[in-house]
């Protein structure tokens, strides 16, 4: 059972390094979606993932279709403001593999694939009078945190002693 942060065609090099981090921190592979709006050679994009980019797991897609194609029929899920179904309420603990699908932060998923699928869209609740979307890193964190607290946290340290450590 592992989950999976996916982004379409990404634009924001600091999202996609702030979500390069807390896939670091979460052991999650990431899957970007081409084209993105930056190199990852990016310094902006490599700032903000500092020095967990070795500890990522990352695969680049061709396309959507190519996305598609290597999912085939384990979980995905559209991450949405359009969705009538709350993320929070789907059970992530059911041994399969996980795929979360996260939209360009200027447009996000394409409106036919989503209507297509809109069985797999999931939202998560917000006050829409006043923002018109999450930031997509904040977004992602949110949704697989979900994931992993519905798991038990595989593989996480829920606590840890540092040498230096505030609390002792």
Not at 21 to 45: V, Y
Not at 147 to 163: G, I, K, S
Request: net charge negative.
């Amino acid at each position: 059972m592992t989950n999976h942060i996916v982004l379409f065609e990404p634009q924001i090099p600091a999202n996609t390094g702030n979500i390069a981090r807390t896939c670091a921190a979460t052991n999650t592979p990431l899957h970007l979606i081409e084209p993105l709006g930056f190199s990852t050679d990016d310094k902006h994009l490599k700032r903000a993932g500092l020095d967990y980019w070795h500890d990522v797991e990352i695969t680049y897609h061709s396309s959507l279709n190519d996305f598609l194609l290597y999912v085939q029929k384990r979980p995905l899920h559209l991450i949405t403001k359009f969705a009538n179904q709350v993320y929070s309420e789907i059970n992530y603990n059911d041994q399969q593999d996980h795929f979360f699908l996260f939209g360009k932060e200027t447009t996000g998923l394409p409106e036919d694939f989503m209507r297509e699928n809109s069985e797999k869209c999931l939202r998560i609740p917000m006050n829409d009078q006043h923002v018109r979307s999450l930031n997509l890193s904040n977004t992602a964190a949110l949704v697989i945190y979900e994931a992993l607290r519905q798991q038990d946290f595989p593989q996480l340290e829920l606590t840890h002693h540092y040498d230096n450590d505030k609390l002792d």
